[in-house]
């Protein structure tokens, strides 16, 4: 599978029932989640006068602060051009954008981008793991490509 799923710690509320805790979890970060497609050329510049095709690799991504995304290193990894899908509430209001490569980490497959459109854009936030304890309820939350 080519896409990556963004693992997001969720403290939950403990009077709640469990489903309806994840789909409150679940609903309140959606709106940072987005597709990232990023694209590479494959030229051979031993052979100038092939054509290559155009690769390409697509996963998850969330917003965090100051409107920059986290996502995977090995999705943007040597791209050529990275496009960001804001995925909205349903297919009418999906866009997508232009985004820049700020920073990556490929020993702990991070990347960090940022959308060539200003937001303002719905950021996640973070739990802390100070605070959860064994057996509590953790949730992924990311897109499939």
């Known amino acids: 599978m080519r896409g990556a799923l963004v693992a997001l710690a ?3 509320e403990p009077a709640a029932p469990a489903a309806a805790q994840v789909k409150a979890a679940g609903n309140g ?4 989640v987005v597709h990232v497609q990023a694209f590479r050329s ?3 510049w031993s052979q100038p006068w092939r054509q290559e095709g155009v690769s390409g690799a697509s996963g998850s991504g969330f917003f965090i602060s100051g409107g920059r995304i986290v996502t995977n290193a090995h999705v943007i990894n040597q791209a050529d051009q990275v ?3 804001l995925t909205g509430l ?4 999906e866009v997508e954008i232009p985004a820049t490569i700020l920073a990556t980490d490929l020993a702990h497959d991070l990347a960090l981008l940022r959308l060539e459109k200003p937001g303002p854009y719905a950021a996640a936030t973070f739990g802390r793991s100070d ?3 064994p057996g509590e309820t953790v949730i ?5 490509a």
């Open 90 to 93: 349903d297919a009418a209001t």
């Open 131 to 133: 605070d959860l304890m």
């Open 83 to 85: 496009v960001v899908r």
């Open 10 to 12: 969720l403290l939950m």
């Open 42 to 44: 494959a030229f051979d």
């Open 140 to 144: 992924a939350i990311g897109l499939f």
């Open 29 to 32: 970060v959606a709106a940072s």
